[in-house]
């Protein structure tokens, strides 16, 4: 009877010491967060999840955080007041409103990368940037092929006048290449605004807990092949 009751004390203080060898984030709803902490700056905790250390790092914003206890026993205070620091307004300058600095961006993809760089949202910054610059070959590739079709009228018009059948066909041939180089920049141009826009709506709904309805713009195989593919 003494081995049974020492081995229970043995595993009840494994289970105690085992359950204190964690950090726990506490948010401001009550929620507990039982994590390994791996970075904590002025606007955002990283950590893993205590059970899934091996899996992703997670991001939680400081202002929805209230403490952090250590597991060496320390704790850490962000928001002591949480009646008042859950309030989002522009009355307190040291409270980051997400929502609503990402919503008066709008369509101004600089600002748009630049709140992405400041508060640390690395994948969202780089999946943004790469559709912009795919969006601004699209626009050269345009401007190209606009370029390239003036000409190609001026060619032409300079044949007709100077009754060179030569210099006519060669324009007529140039505008073939100007039409090419439009027609490509349309679905390289639709599919990194479409994607520009997912990108916003998967931040919006993910981070911010906003349903968007702006419609997405893909570009990519359908039921029919390839073409262009509009969501809701």
Known sequence: MKRICFLITIIAMFCSANALAQDVILKNDGTEIKAKVVE????????????????????INTYDVMTVSFENGTKELFNTQPSQSIVKTFDNPSYPDLENEFISIDTDDDMMLEFFK????????????????????????????????VASVALMVCGQLAQSEAVY????????????????????????GG??????????????????????????????????????
């Open 40 to 59: 904590i700056d002025d606007h955002q905790i990283k950590y893993k999840i205590y059970e899934y250390q091996d899996g992703p790092t997670r991001i």
């Open 118 to 149: 400041k508060y640390n949202y690395t994948e969202y910054y780089e999946d943004f940037a790469s559709a912009c610059k795919r969006r601004s070959t699209g626009k050269k590739l345009l401007g190209a092929g606009i370029g390239v079709s």
């Open 169 to 192: 066909y060669f324009g007529f041939g140039v505008s073939f290449v100007g039409e090419g180089l439009i027609i490509a920049s349309i679905p390289i141009s639709a599919a990194a």
């Open 195 to 232: 994607k520009k826009k997912s990108i916003k709506n998967d931040f919006a709904k993910r981070e911010l807990g906003l349903h968007s309805n702006i419609p997405e713009l893909k570009f990519g195989t359908t039921a029919n092949g390839v073409g262009l593919t509009l969501n809701f």
